[in-house]
């Protein structure tokens, strides 16, 4: 007797194909995302000369240190301003154009160039004070396509002003520099004049957002007999360090910044948050991004790594003796 077989129908074959097409489908889609190589923008103000290119080389570390391999596992995308503000809108369109996953913004033009250039791309920034320049509601929420880290901290001013006062214990006016178009400025100048009356000094707040107002500015104190002088942290008047530390050099007046370039173009001396901290830990932000993390959801950090850079050839210039209660906390002296 002959055993029967039997001929698979059409109807069953489909069924067949159908039900291996779904299986295989999910696998094929996870393939193909996890060989999509990221690509981040990153927009910068300054230039590839600029001692900005410091801050990206910060970021690329923090990325390797994460995992990732430029030009394996990540693409970055570098745009340069070079110092011209007004291109910054280009060049934001332009990575929005490139479809990038996510956009790196420096200082507060860049980060409004990004916001007005796109609404869907995530947008990690590194700024002063995300809150008052309006690009997020709170440090705690911040809602939207935008987060990141800021750059000021309260008390930071009040301790630029008190070491000011450990160097030249006699000062009893301070001219104050400033650039009114940055909005992380006026929480600046109110800080420093809270303190400033606790520690019996008067502030000359002066305008500044070009070399000739710089220059204007420094007329002024001079005038006015100012006996030390404080930059307050804005981009602008940080890339014109070397004429600020060239001015205060001539007026012979002792000068505090926030942000370390300054006393490495000859500047007395700076009190401020790490910046390139700051941006190695702006690479958490895009790596969370990266895997699905809403910027919104991510809070803003506040620095956590602040530094004393001084430079004692500038300070022997002026006839200063740094006391040793300064030079105790100093996490760089510049001979």
Known sequence: MMTSRTTPTITSLTTVVVVLLLLVAPFSAVAQSAGTVPRVGF????????SIQRVVDELRQGLRELGYVEGHTI???Y??????????PELAAELVRLKVDVIVATIAAAVQA????????????????????????????PGGNITGLSMMSPA????????????????????????????????????????????????QPLEAHSPREI????????????????????????????????????????????????????????????????????????DKILKG?????????????FELVINMKTAKALGLTIPPSVLVQADQVIE
């Open 79 to 88: 745009r340069w301003a070079e110092g011209k503000e007004e291109r910054l």
């Open 114 to 141: 990004a916001r007005q250039a796109t609404k869907a791309i995530p947008i990690v920034m590194v700024v002063n004070d995300p809150v008052a320049a309006g690009f997020v509601a709170t440090v705690a929420r």
């Open 43 to 50: 927009l910068l103000a300054g230039s590839r000369s600029d």
């Open 215 to 286: 220059d204007r500015a420094f007329a002024s104190m001079t005038r006015a007999r100012a006996g030390a002088l404080l930059v307050l942290l804005d981009p602008i008047l940080a890339r014109q360090r070397e004429r600020i530390a060239e001015l205060a050099a001539k007026s012979h007046l002792p000068a505090m910044y926030a942000l370390r370039l300054h006393v490495e173009a000859g500047g007395l001396m700076a009190y401020g948050a790490n910046i390139f901290d700051l941006y190695r830990r702006a690479a958490i932000y895009v």
């Open 293 to 305: 993390a809403k910027p919104g959801d991510l809070p803003i950090e506040q620095p956590t790594k």
């Open 156 to 203: 930071v001013v009040g301790k630029q002003l008190e070491l000011l006062k450990e160097v030249v214990p006699k000062i009893s006016r301070v001219a104050v520099l400033w650039n009114p178009a940055n909005p992380g400025s006026p929480p600046q100048l109110r800080q420093a004049e809270v303190v400033a009356r606790a520690l019996g000094m008067r502030l």
């Open 75 to 77: 693409t970055i995308e």
